[in-house]
C-alpha cells in the first residue's frame, strides 16, 4: 500500500509541476493548470493513478466471490442438484411423509440423480469450495483496503490543502479591511448569498428535489473563489481600483459566510458527526451555538494572547524554525479544539489564521508558511480536478453546457443586483458581478457534503460546473473588465496618514528622521543598521517577505512588494521621509523604483545603486539624485590595488640598487 500511495503522489506532483510550467510559459493562472492536468490524470481521463483499475479489479473480485459463494453452498446442499425434478414431481403427486416408503442411502442417491458414494465426497468438494472462497474473500478485502488507503492519504494531503488555503484567508483577515468595505460586505454580501441560494431552493424544488438538497446546492453555487479573482483582477491591472475594493467586499463576506454554513450543513443534511453523548445540552442547535461561542472565545483569547504576550517573546529568538512551528502548533491546535468541540477542522483553520493575524509577526508567517501553502494548494486543486467524470460530460453533454451557462449567468445577474443596490454604476456592476460568477474552490467542502443528498448523476453535474466555471475564470475576468464599456477608473489612493500603519507612524514620529529603503539585501542591510544607529526611523521594502523576516523580528518597519508600486512606497512613508535608498540588485528595476519615487516625491533625495556605468546617466534623468556605480568603483578598488602594489616594487628595487 505504501509503494502505491508514493507512487500516486509522486505521480500527482510531478503532473503538478510539470502544469505548472506550461501555465507560466503561457501566462496562465497555475491553478488552471492544476485543475486541468488533475482532470487528464485522474480516473474520468487517463488513469495514470490507477483508481479505475483498481475499482475493475475490485468489481471482478466481488463477481468472482459472488459465483464461489454459490458453488461453496451448490457443494454443502446435496439435494440442490434435483430440486428443478422434485418441484415437479411435487406438482403432479402430493405424497405424505407417513405414506412415503423409507429409502436408503444408495436409493436416495440413485433417485437424485447422482451416483452411489458420491456423497462421501461432498464433504471435501464443500471443503475445499470453502477454501477458495475464502482466499477469494482476503484477496478483495485486501484489494479494498489498498483503494480505501491509498484514497484517504491523498484526500487527507488536498483536505491539508484546504486548510492552508483557509489558514491565509484568516491570517489576512482584518477589521481594517472590514470597515473599508463594510456597506458592499454586509449589504450586497448578504442579497448576493440570499438571492442565490433562494433561487437555487426554488430551482431544485421544481425539479422534485428536496429542500435540503436544494440549501446544500445553492450554498454550493453561492460561493466564488477570491484567490483567482483577485489574481485575475490584477492581471488586467483593475485589482487596486475602487470597484474592485468593493467587490472584494462580496467575496469576503462569502469568505466568512461559509463559517455559518459549515456549522448548519452537516446538521440539516445529516452529515453530523457529533454523538448525543457529546452535546453540552440536549437541543442540538441551543449545542451548536454554545459550543460556537465557547470557540470565538478561545480564539479571541488566544490572539491576544499572541499580540500581548507571545509573539514578542517568539519574535526575541530570531529564529525561523520556532516561527514556524509555533504557526503550525497553532493550526493542527485549533482544528483538534474545534474537531473536540464538534465542529468542522475547516473552521480551526480558518481560527488559526485570524489567531495569528494583526501582529508583528503576520507577514513573516504567512512568508514562512507559503511554500507548505502553495504545495498543498497544488495537490488540493490537482484532487479537485480528479474528480471530474469525462464519461458523465460525453454522455450528457447538453445537460452539462446548458447547466454550466445558466449556472454562470444566474450568479452573475445576483452579484451584479448586489454591486449595483449598493450603489455601483450599472456597467462596472455588471463587469465586476460576471468576474465573480464561478464557483469557488472552497464551495468543494460543502459539495461533499450535499452527495448524501443529491442524485450521482446531479453531483456529477455540479461538479463539472464547479470545475469548468474556475478554469473559465482567467478568461471571464478579462473579458468582463474590458470589453463591458465600464467607465475607466484610476488605482484606489490614500493619503499618507491612512495608508502608514500605526506602528510605522509612531516610529516616525518618535524618531529624528525617516528614510526609506528599497531591497532588504546586504547593501540595504549596512544603511538601515546604520541609520538606525543613529536614531532615523527606517522602512525597508523588498518583493521576498523572507528578506525581511530578520528587520521585522528587530521590530524595523518593512513593507512587502513592488518598489515601483506608488501604493507600497506610500505604506513605507516616502511622503514623511528625508531620504530614499534604492539597492535593488537590478538595473531595470531601480530605474523604474526611482521614476516612481521621484513622481510621487520632488523633492526627497534619492540615492540609488547601479551595477553597470551605462545605466548611470539614465538613472539620473528620472530623478536620482547621487548614483553609486559598482562598475566605477570595483575599477576604482582595483586602480588603488595596481598602484599600492607598483608602489611596492618601486621601493623594492630602489632598496635593491641603494
Known sequence: MGDVFILNVSIILVSGFIAGCVCKYFKISPLIGYLLVGALIGPGGLDLTGAKTLRSEIESEEQLVKLEEAATQRARDPNRLSNSNSNSDDESVAVSDDERPARSDEQTDASSGVEPGAVASRPNAAIMA??????????????????????????????????????????????????????????????????????????CTAFHMSWQAGLAIGSVVALSSTALVYRSMADVGQADTKRAQATLGLLIFQDVALVPLLLILPRVL????????????????????????????????????????????????????????YAIVVLV?????????????????????????????????????????????????????????????????????????????????????????????FRGALAYGTSISQIGELAFMILAMASAVVDEEVYDTILFVSVASLVLTPNIVKIALTKFGMKPEDAETTNKDEAISPELRRAIKNAKGHVVIVGAGHIGKRVAEELIALGSSVCLIDFNPVNLQPFKQNGTATVVGDGADQNVLRAA????????????????????????????????????RTRYNLNAPLLKRVGATRVFCEEERIAEELVQILKQQAALVEKVRAEANA
Open 130 to 203: 470453502a477454501k477458495d472462497l475464502e482466499e477469494s474473500q482476503d484477496e478483495l478485502k485486501a484489494l479494498i483496503n489498498e483503494a480505501r488507503a491509498s484514497e484517504e492519504a491523498i484526500d487527507a494531503i488536498a483536505e491539508f490543502g484546504c486548510l492552508f488555503l483557509l489558514f491565509a484567508i484568516g491570517i489576512e483577515f482584518t477589521f481594517d479591511k472590514l470597515a473599508a468595505t463594510a456597506k458592499y460586505m454586509f449589504v450586497g454580501g448578504l442579497i448576493q448569498m440570499v438571492a442565490t441560494i433562494l433561487v437555487t431552493m426554488g430551482v
Open 270 to 325: 445529516g452529515a453530523s458527526d457529533g454523538a448525543e453523548a457529546d452535546l453540552w445540552v440536549s437541543n442540538p442547535w441551543v449545542d451548536m451555538g454554545l459550543k460556537s461561542a465557547t470557540f470565538c472565545a478561545i480564539v479571541l483569547f488566544l490572539k491576544n494572547a499572541n499580540i500581548c504576550f507571545i509573539i514578542p517573546r517568539l519574535a526575541n529568538f530570531q529564529a525561523n524554525d520556532m516561527v514556524i512551528l
Open 333 to 425: 491546535g485549533m482544528c483538534l479544539v474545534a474537531a473536540l468541540l464538534g465542529l468542522t477542522p475547516a473552521l480551526g483553520a480558518l481560527a488559526a489564521g485570524i489567531a495569528l493575524g494583526e501582529n508583528r509577526l503576520t507577514h513573516q508567517i504567512d512568508a514562512l508558511v507559503m511554500p507548505f501553502r502553495e504545495a498543498f494548494s497544488a495537490m488540493f486543486f490537482i484532487s479537485l480536478g480528479m474528480l471530474t467524470d469525462f464519461a458523465h460530460v460525453v454522455n450528457h453533454p447538453v445537460v452539462c453546457l446548458l447547466t454550466l451557462i445558466v449556472a454562470l449567468t444566474f450568479k452573475a445577474i445576483c452579484a451584479t443586483a448586489a454591486l449595483r443596490a449598493c450603489g455601483m454604476d
Open 573 to 608: 512613508g516616502i511622503e514623511r521621509s528625508d531620504a530614499v535608498f534604492v539597492t535593488v540588485p537590478r538595473d531595470d528595476l531601480a530605474i523604474n523604483v526611482v521614476r516612481s519615487a521621484r513622481d510621487m516625491f520632488a523633492t526627497v533625495p534619492i540615492i540609488a
